[in-house]
């Protein structure tokens, strides 16, 4: 199948970039369709990590404000895994690593690759590289993330029922589901 740019380009450029796309695509049932206009949000991938505590069977969120939820009319103080954007000639792993001590405090001891994938790719670009971190659950404290960039984070240590309790975005729920399946069962 094939895809023709017409013509790009960037009207607005700020936290996101938004990139107008013209278009034509081929039809699966033949021919093309089009000219077609997408505006996309393009930004650098993001690293997301769930932290689990293995030995106290805990699992570490955090809680920062988030737009996003206070456009669509709910409280936007949201609880969500640790998150950030790959910066540049970054690995996924290294971001990964930075974010969770960025946003917690706390050093992974261990890190497993969930998956890569599109968040929303109807609108964005933008990938997330899922991994889980075991963590130290005990060492939880204070408030955490980087001042230039404004950030107000509170880690919280939960169980895995309480945090999917939760309003949750949907790579977290996503790495949470994973865990339950990687979880031996109780007898």
Excluded: N
Excluded at 2 to 26: A, I, N, Q, W
Excluded at 45 to 72: M, N, T
Excluded at 87 to 108: K, W
């Amino acid at each position: 199948m094939k895809v023709t740019l017409l013509h790009s380009d960037s009207p607005y450029r700020g936290f996101f970039e938004m990139r107008r796309l013209t278009l034509e695509h081929e039809r699966f049932a033949g021919g093309s369709c089009g000219p077609l206009v997408r505006e996309v949000l393009h930004r650098s991938d993001v690293a997301a990590v769930l932290l689990h505590d293995p030995a106290a069977d805990k699992i570490v969120l955090v809680e920062q404000f988030r737009a996003g939820a206070l456009v669509a009319g709910e409280d936007p103080w949201l609880v969500d895994i640790v998150a950030g954007r790959i910066e540049s000639g970054q690995s996924p792993t290294a971001a990964a690593i930075r974010e969770v001590q960025e946003e917690t405090g706390l050093t992974p001891t261990a890190l497993e690759t969930i998956g890569t994938f599109f968040t929303a790719p109807h609108l964005s670009s933008e990938r997330v590289h899922l991994f889980c971190a075991c963590v130290d659950s005990s060492r939880v404290a204070g408030f955490h993330g980087i001042a230039h960039e404004d950030e107000d984070i509170r880690p919280i240590v939960v169980d895995h029922a309480t945090a999917l309790a939760r309003p949750l975005s949907l790579w977290a729920a996503l790495a949470l589901a994973w865990l339950a399946r990687r979880k031996p069962t109780k007898k």
